[in-house]
């Protein structure tokens, strides 16, 4: 049977980093939100380019939009108007159907909580990915063995979420949402609910794994520091996207 899918941009191969053309473009993004106040508009029109391969933080004051950002370009939302592009993909456009396949492919998501299913192995956890699409589970088992191993927790793949330290929850959470092998990694304050030696660490593995695995990443952090180690920063303000790196490396 011909697949609902033969004709979705989403089966398209991304040529973003072939063509030159950026992974992530954002033109006139707007969103507003309906409130018992009336209309808040929290974006006024978001135009962003982000190249594969980057590594940018997103800076701004709680409420400023940086998480309905993130949702924006994982397909968990939609804009009110505006264009979002992940490589060929127009995001915007994708139906509740394609927004789930183009989740499971394209993004890998890392939240301030790890969101680990709690009676499920730390395995089982990282496999979920690849069986929602369809993997054969032993094969699913064995790829989260790896990914396990490769955030240095090959002797945790039997413990359940209850039993592993915060920083071991967010790697587990770090290897489930790259199992998929995505293109884009978005991260939203992945280090918020850590002390300051296990975020630099998670920051450590996620700057690791963004440089081998080749991705796009966009990392939330309400950490200055940890913001001034990625090569660029834009900082949501009165719903606009501006560039900030110069001025955290003068701060
Ligand atoms: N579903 C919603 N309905 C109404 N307002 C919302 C909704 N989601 C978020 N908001 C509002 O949008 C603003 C931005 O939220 P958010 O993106 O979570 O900010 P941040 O992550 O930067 O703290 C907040 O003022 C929040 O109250
Ligand atoms: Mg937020």
Request: hydrophobic share 40%.
């Amino acid at each position: 049977m011909r697949s609902a899918w033969a004709s979705s941009t989403v089966d398209r191969p991304l040529e973003a980093k072939a063509s030159g053309e950026p992974m992530v473009r954002l033109r006139g993004v707007k969103k507003s939100y309906q409130t018992a106040r009336g209309e808040l508009q929290l974006f006024d029109g978001l135009d962003m380019e982000i190249g594969a391969g980057e590594l940018v933080a997103v800076v701004g004051q709680s409420g400023s939009g940086k998480s309905t950002l993130l949702h924006l370009l994982g397909a968990l939302d939609r804009p009110s108007s505006g264009e979002i592009y992940c490589a060929s993909t127009s995001v915007a456009a994708l139906n509740a159907k394609e927004a789930a396949r183009f989740r499971n492919e394209r993004i890998g998501y890392v939240w301030q909580f790890h969101y680990l299913l709690p009676e499920f192995t730390a395995q089982e956890n990282v496999a979920m990915p690849l069986m929602a699409r369809g993997t054969d589970r032993a094969v699913a088992m064995t790829e989260a063995d790896r990914w396990l191993s490769r955030v240095g927790l090959e002797m945790r793949a039997t413990h359940r979420p209850g039993e592993l330290s915060g920083g071991e929850q967010q790697r587990v959470a770090l290897a489930r949402a790259l199992v998929t092998k995505p293109r884009l990694l978005l991260a939203d304050e992945p280090t918020g609910d850590l002390d300051a030696t296990t975020a630099e660490m998670v920051f450590g593995w996620i700057e690791e794994l963004h440089r081998e695995q080749g991705l796009t990443s966009l990392l939330v952090t309400h950490n200055l520091e940890l913001a001034g180690r990625c090569a660029r920063v834009l900082r949501l303000e009165r719903g606009r996207l501006v560039e900030a790196s110069q001025e955290l490396r003068h701060s």
